[in-house]
């Protein structure tokens, strides 16, 4: 089975500094979803890996973020795709969790239920925190340059163990790619 796991804001819907506070803030980036049905048609298994440290932080209830979840599963289904799961970290920056990407732990429990080798996980993200999570456990980073990806990208010169990574212009293309391979 292959798998694949994808970063939520940025990547799969609009994101915003000012955070996704409900179901009608959460906006698919033009393509995302037809990229991902895609990706379900090539017989991968997609997983999507977010941080919400907005329920932390009060903007918004685990009920709301559900709700938009449960958005973008219907969404999707009209495209023909599906997810298989949605692992999220609730925790703001200063709780000493282990789930709060750029720390692993959301990737090593789905590595962990899914039986998955980690050097042939492909990791989809726009931040430095979703390439770094995915070095830690050993998979695959590519970045995208929607949401905060332009600027990650400027980024990734200083740092030499990302500086060699793919980077797409957004999840469509990224598929493309990992598609045409």
Do not use: W
């Amino acid at each position: 089975m292959k798998y694949i796991i994808l970063d939520r804001d940025g990547v799969i819907n609009q994101d915003s500094d000012a955070y996704i506070k409900s179901p009608e803030e959460f906006i698919p980036i033009p393509g995302s979803l037809e990229a991902m049905a895609r990706l379900n048609k090539a017989g991968y298994k997609i997983i999507i890996s977010t941080n919400q440290s907005g329920i932390a932080r009060g903007y918004y209830t685990e009920a709301t973020l559900a709700k938009m979840h449960e958005k973008l599963r219907i969404l999707l289904a009209k495209q023909g795709g599906e997810f298989e799961e949605i692992y999220f970290c609730p925790h703001g920056p200063d709780d000493k969790c282990d789930c709060r990407k750029p720390k692993p732990g959301m990737l090593t429990r789905i590595i962990s239920k899914y039986a998955i080798v980690p050097a042939d996980l492909l990791v989809i993200g726009d931040s430095l925190r979703d390439l770094q999570s995915a070095l830690t456990v050993g998979a695959q980073p590519i970045l995208v340059e929607t949401g905060k990806g332009q600027k990650t990208k400027l980024a990734l010169n200083e740092l030499p163990e990302l500086a060699d990574i793919p980077v797409y212009k957004d999840l469509s293309t990224a598929v493309d790619a990992i598609l045409n391979k």
